[in-house]
């Protein structure tokens, strides 16, 4: 089957920065598209940033500016660079990938989940 795992999550003071990784493995053909979003405490999962196949990118208005999501196709691999990082960016990340496999089915699959926590 197929799994994504993030890194790079942490304990980071108020504007400081952090790069998040999420790496696939398994059976893929290809990934159609790499996404990352975040769950803050007591509230709903909300998307943060999309990349698709051909690099087109959207993000949420919140991280406009400060955020960037990129993808290394060779090795599977997307990343979230987190500028200016402020408090109400505390939440536990989530990368999700649109993935095609070698037998020819199509699967979204989410990763486990990193803490993220902006604190002095």
């Known amino acids: 089957q197929v799994q994504l795992v993030e890194s790079g999550g942490g304990l980071v003071q108020p504007g400081g920065s952090l790069r998040l990784s999420c790496a696939a493995s398994g059976s893929i053909f290809s990934i159609n598209s790499m996404g990352w979003y975040r769950q803050p405490p007591g509230n709903e999962r909300e998307l943060v940033a999309r990349?698709?196949?051909?690099?087109?990118?959207n993000y949420a208005d919140s991280v406009k500016g400060r955020f960037t999501i990129s993808r290394d196709n060779a090795k599977n691999t997307g990343y979230l660079q987190m500028n200016s990082l402020k408090p109400e960016d505390t939440a536990v990340y989530y990368c999700?990938?649109?993935?095609?496999?070698?037998?020819?089915?199509?699967?979204?699959?989410w990763g486990q989940g990193i803490l993220v926590t902006v604190s002095s």
């Open positions: 990349i698709m196949g051909g690099g087109r990118t």
């Open positions: 999700n990938a649109q993935i095609i496999t070698h037998a020819g089915r199509y699967l979204e699959v």
